[in-house]
Each structure stands twice: as structure tokens, then as C-alpha cells.
């Protein structure tokens, strides 16, 4: 079962609301980090089950982050966020491999476990 997870923003306020409401779903937060290099080297130490993965991030995004995983063979299962619609992405989303995408005001621990397969 999907439980330990890693979350990825630039913003601090959205890292910490996210904590609260995973942990509250259940989820274990066993890590964040504010950019890509910081989120792969964090995954790399903790190997979480899946990871909230913002797109848009300072130094590498979202998506290369996701595809340096795979191409790494890295079991972490990717759920991407953004403030954007999915259809904003257009097939990015499809090609980068991620198990499904949650926009950021949509955000719910029920959520996570849909895209991730977690039955409760």
C-alpha cells in the first residue's frame, strides 16, 4: 500500500499544507524539497512510495524530474500538481509517466489514493 510520500513546491505555504493534509489522510510525509535537484536527491535517500510533485519548480521541472526517475528505474510512483489545469499541459502530462495529475485546489488525501490505487 501506497503510504510514504514526498512533497515537491517551491512554496513553503503550500509544503506545509500539504503535510497537514496528507498526514491527516494517512499518508506519511517523510520528506520535501523546494526544487527538482533537491526533490531527486530526496527521493534518492528516502525512496517514499509516491511523491507529490509540483510542475513548475525554479531549476529543473516537474516533468524532468518525473523522467529522470524512470530513467533511473526508481519505483517512487509521481503525482503531479500544479495552480494550472491539466488540459493547460496539454500530452506533457501523458509522456512524463506520472500516475495522474491533482490540481493544487483539489488537493485531498482521497484524491492521492485514487490516482495511486489505494483502496481504504
Not at 506545509?16 to 520535501?32: D, M, Q, Y
Request: hydrophobic share 45%; aromatic share 6%; no cysteine.
Amino acid at each position: 500500500m501506497v503510504r510514504t510520500v514526498v512533497i515537491v513546491d517551491d512554496h513553503e505555504g503550500f509544503r506545509t499544507f500539504a503535510r497537514r493534509l496528507l498526514e491527516a489522510g494517512g499518508f506519511g510525509v517523510v520528506g520535501e524539497a523546494r526544487d527538482g535537484a533537491s526533490a531527486l536527491a530526496e527521493i534518492e535517500r528516502l525512496h517514499p512510495d509516491a511523491v507529490l510533485l509540483d510542475i513548475q519548480l525554479p531549476d529543473i521541472d516537474g516533468f524532468e524530474v518525473a523522467r529522470r526517475l524512470v530513467d533511473v528505474g526508481s519505483p517512487t510512483r509521481v503525482v503531479f500538481t500544479s495552480t494550472r489545469e491539466a488540459q493547460d499541459y496539454g500530452g506533457a502530462l501523458e509522456e512524463a509517466g506520472g500516475a495522474g495529475f491533482i490540481p493544487k485546489d483539489d488537493l485531498s488525501a482521497v484524491a492521492m489514493d485514487q490516482l495511486l490505487g489505494v483502496v481504504r
